[in-house]
C-alpha cells in the first residue's frame, strides 16, 4: 500500500497571504495526484486532478504541482472561505490511499 | 444536476451487517465507475472500495475485504454496499462518490456499538 504523508499538520496563515501544503508518497504515483478540500459538515470537494489541472468551477488561485512521490497545493492569495481541511489522494495504485490532511486555519 | 443520496446507515451490533445504497441522477450511471469513501467521527478519510461501470470490476481496501461487497444496478441508478461482520472501527459517515471523484453524496452514518 502507498503511503501518502502530508505536512504539516496544521498551517496557519494570514488571509491574503499564500499557503503552501506538502505531500509525497512512499513510492511514485506518477502524475495520480488529486487534492481534495472538505469543511466542517460537509462532503469532501475536489479541486485538483492529474496532480496540476484545476477541476470544474475551482479558483485560479488554487495549483498544484509535482510528479512523483513529492507533490504541492498552493493557494496563492487566502480567502476566507479557503480555511478547511485539504486532503491528498493517490490513485495510482491500489488501494487508492489519502493523506492523513493538513488543517488550514487563519493566524 | 448530477446528484448523489446515500441512505441505509444505522445502529448496528458487532458482528452484525448493514446494506448501504447511493441513489444517482444526473448523469450516465454506467459511464463511471463508483467509489464508497468512509470518515471516521473526528478522522480523516479512506477509501473503502471501488466498481467499474459495467460491475465487473471491483476493488476493496486491505481493512475491509472479505466483510463488504460492493455492487451496482445500473437499471435502477443504483450503488450498494453490503457490509458484512462489522466491527467497531468500522463505525464512520459513509460517502459514496462518482468516478473522478467530481461529486459526492453527504454520506449516511454506519454506528457499529453493542
Known amino acids: 500500500e502507498i503511503v501518502m504523508t502530508q505536512s504539516p499538520a496544521t498551517l496557519s496563515v494570514s488571509p491574503g497571504e499564500r499557503a503552501t501544503l506538502s505531500c509525497r508518497a512512499s513510492?511514485?504515483?506518477?502524475?495520480?495526484l488529486a487534492w481534495y478540500q472538505q469543511k466542517p459538515g460537509q462532503a469532501p470537494r475536489l479541486l485538483i486532478y492529474?496532480?496540476?489541472t484545476r477541476a470544474t468551477g475551482i479558483p485560479a488561485r488554487f495549483s498544484g504541482s509535482g510528479s512523483g512521490t513529492e507533490f504541492t497545493l498552493t493557494i496563492s492569495s487566502l480567502q476566507s472561505e479557503d480555511f478547511a481541511v485539504y486532503y491528498c489522494?493517490?490513485?495510482?495504485?491500489?488501494?487508492?490511499?489519502f493523506g492523513q490532511g493538513t488543517r488550514l486555519e487563519i493566524k | 444536476e448530477v446528484q448523489l443520496v446515500e441512505s441505509g446507515g444505522g445502529v448496528v451490533q458487532p458482528g452484525g451487517s448493514l446494506r448501504l445504497s447511493c441513489a444517482a441522477s444526473?448523469?450516465?450511471?454506467?459511464?463511471?465507475?463508483m467509489h464508497w469513501v468512509r470518515q471516521a467521527p473526528g478522522k480523516g478519510l479512506e477509501w473503502v472500495s471501488l466498481?467499474?461501470?459495467?460491475?465487473?470490476?471491483?476493488y476493496y481496501a486491505d481493512s475491509v475485504k472479505g466483510r463488504f461487497t460492493i455492487s451496482r444496478d445500473n437499471s435502477k441508478n443504483s450503488l450498494y454496499l453490503q457490509m458484512n461482520s462489522l466491527r467497531t472501527e468500522d463505525t464512520a459517515l459513509y460517502y459514496c462518490?462518482?468516478?473522478?471523484?467530481?461529486?459526492w453524496g453527504q454520506g449516511t452514518l454506519v454506528t457499529v456499538s453493542s
Open positions: 492529474g496532480a496540476s
Open positions: 513510492q511514485s504515483v506518477s502524475s495520480n
Open positions: 462518490a462518482k468516478s473522478h471523484g467530481d461529486y
Open positions: 489522494q493517490q490513485y495510482n495504485n491500489w488501494p487508492i490511499t
Open positions: 466498481i467499474s461501470g459495467d460491475g465487473g470490476s471491483t
Open positions: 444526473g448523469f450516465t450511471f454506467d459511464d463511471y465507475a
